[in-house]
């Protein structure tokens, strides 16, 4: 059974309800009143659209990963392997320009960090 929520007319209060989808709308618990309405739930869809999106984000924070630590091969051969199950144009235009791109050889790009130096009270 879902939960629904459902908001007074009356006095405005919002709850919750886990009831069957052809029971009538319960009263209002604060008010008694009838005249309630059930809320539309965000949470009770997904649509495909979001979920590609979300997918897509985490290969290329993946892959920007590799590419931050050097690893130029890695980065091609992960975009090749998730290409075949996330066919999207940004994935495959940045597939495109690391196939251009060669390793640089003795060099690497490390992360940054952050250096705190405490200064000498005086």
């Known amino acids: 059974m879902p939960i629904y929520e459902f908001r007074c007319e009356t006095c405005g209060y919002i709850f919750e309800r886990l009831q069957k ?3 009538p709308w ?3 618990p604060k008010c008694n009143s009838t005249q309630v309405f059930k809320l539309p739930s965000i949470f009770g869809f997904q649509d ?8 897509e984000k985490a290969v290329l924070k ?5 590419l931050l630590d050097g690893k ?3 980065a ?8 075949e199950h996330l066919k999207t144009e940004r ?8 196939a251009q791109r060669k390793p640089q050889k003795g060099a690497y790009v ?11 009270a005086r």
């Open 26 to 28: 319960p009263p209002c």
């Open 48 to 55: 495909a659209c979001g979920r590609r999106q979300e997918r």
């Open 110 to 120: 490390s992360r940054t960090e952050l250096v705190v130096t405490k200064k000498k």
């Open 91 to 98: 994935l495959s235009r940045l597939s495109d320009a690391l």
């Open 21 to 23: 989808v052809d029971d």
């Open 62 to 66: 993946r892959a920007r990963d590799y």
């Open 76 to 83: 091609q051969r992960f975009l090749k392997k998730a290409q």
């Open 72 to 74: 130029v091969k890695e």
